[in-house]
């Protein structure tokens, strides 16, 4: 007598959830990515309760912080970051169970492949600022649910250039740090931007956020679709951009990104190893939302103001900002679609035909620079001083910091001159 099959119960979904099995414009615009792979139900069931997920070991911490007082809590915290949790004398048991956590280096763990993805994105420094801007950042606003928990905090739309500016600094960070040890800034920042998360998530839930209509603010899905825009959608505008990416390196930024997100809280199931895993990862995450809404149009709207930010009274920075303006919006353009970026606001110029005049550009230069290492080097070195200037322009003489508001005024009130960064 066969046994039943056993059914699984992961509970509601999310309003804002999709079936992704309903096609339209927007899932047939990236069914190349799986050619005709469907999630089956356990797959579905799984990836839709990911969205009632926070971070337990981040929310943990964040709670006892708020419990203990901020003040003291948040220097015990740096001090166990910066210096290493046997630095800190009786520490309480969230704090030390939280740095057990990131310190555990998994088996499949390579520094050298790490090495190897993070030498992507500097050999690629001419296109790096553009897809983060447009494929990373831009086009994710598509998710009306991650737009829900920007808009919440009040952060992005009126301070998009330093919000801009503090995730190129966090990316910056990662790529520097070349093998993410655990000293290292790329590893500090990446749990900065884990507590930051979850004080934000602790912020929204106790304001009311409806849980049942978007899920839990930051959760598991929508931090795993963070992962992917840094990583495979990152991977496919550079080759959309006329970059040269092997397989080799393919795999490298995917396992970069596959730590880097485990360090960010990630469950591993939802953390992709391989590119196909990626691919199918990206188009669930893509075909399970249900569009931008006009929060994505507001905050799309803010950060193609970004760059005027940079522009600054030379003359050279004007332009760079005017085409940066253009491009990215035509460029984002390009990836979505037309009827997405239409429902996103996006102009609808010749620039989003420019990718054709950029992209054999950028391939005879790296053709070039495999036979002649002084072409690459020079492309590198000219990418990375335009991204420095950008930066530098976005930070102006502050430092950047990701410290929350409700963290920033106890450490104002309470502790010395130097601005603690809390993610």
């Excluded at 749990?191 to 998360?197: C, T």
Aim: aromatic content about 10%; proline content about 5%.
């Amino acid at each position: 007598m066969n046994a039943s099959p056993v059914v699984v119960d992961f509970g509601p979904a999310p309003h804002r959830f999709r079936d992704p099995r309903k096609e339209d414009e927007w899932t047939k615009r990236f069914e190349w990515l799986v050619a005709g792979w469907r999630p089956d139900d356990a797959m579905l069931g799984h990836y839709r309760a990911a969205h009632f997920k926070g971070d337990p070991a981040a929310d943990t911490l964040v709670e006892w912080m708020h419990q203990s007082g901020l003040r003291g809590s948040m220097a015990m915290f740096d001090r166990a970051l910066e210096r290493g949790i046997a630095t800190v004398a009786n520490p309480p048991d969230p704090l030390r169970r939280f740095f057990q956590e990131v310190e555990v280096v998994p088996a499949w763990l390579s520094r050298r492949t790490l090495r190897h993805g993070c030498d992507v994105a500097e050999r690629a420094a001419l296109g790096h600022s553009y897809v983060l801007f447009s494929v990373s950042l831009l086009a994710g606003y598509v998710s009306a649910g991650i737009t829900k928990a920007l808009v919440a905090t009040g952060e992005l739309e009126r301070m998009a250039p330093r919000r801009i500016a503090e995730t190129s600094k966090f990316v910056n960070d990662v790529y520097e740090s070349k093998t993410l040890e655990r000293m290292s800034d790329g590893f500090k920042s990446t749990i900065r931007v884990r507590i930051m998360h979850a004080f934000i998530r602790r912020k929204l839930l106790r304001a009311g956020w409806d849980v049942q209509r978007w899920g839990v603010p930051i959760n598991q899905a929508d931090m795993a679709g963070t992962v992917l825009s840094f990583s495979i959608s990152y991977l496919l505008g550079l080759r959309m951009l006329g970059f040269v990416i092997t397989r080799r390196e393919r795999h490298a930024l995917i396992h970069l990104w596959r730590y880097v997100g485990r360090l960010l809280g990630v469950e591993d199931s939802l953390l992709a190893a391989t590119e196909s895993e990626s691919k199918r990862l990206l188009w669930l995450s893509a075909a399970t939302q249900e569009g931008p809404d006009d929060d994505g149009v507001a905050l799309a709207r803010a950060l193609l103001a970004v760059p005027s930010a940079y522009g600054g009274t030379r003359r050279n920075g004007q332009l760079l900002a005017a085409f940066d303006t253009h491009f990215s919006a035509g460029l984002t353009r390009f990836f979505l679609g037309k009827d997405t970026a239409d429902r996103m606001g996006l102009p609808d110029t010749m620039w989003k035909h420019a990718v054709f005049a950029v992209a054999p550009m950028n391939f005879l230069a790296e053709s070039l620079g495999r036979l002649a290492p002084f072409v690459r080097s020079a492309s590198t070195r000219t990418g990375q001083a335009i991204n420095a200037y950008k930066l530098r322009m976005l930070v102006g003489s502050k430092p950047v910091s990701f410290a929350p508001r409700d963290t920033q005024s106890a450490q104002t009130a309470h502790e010395p001159a130097r601005a603690q960064q809390v993610s």
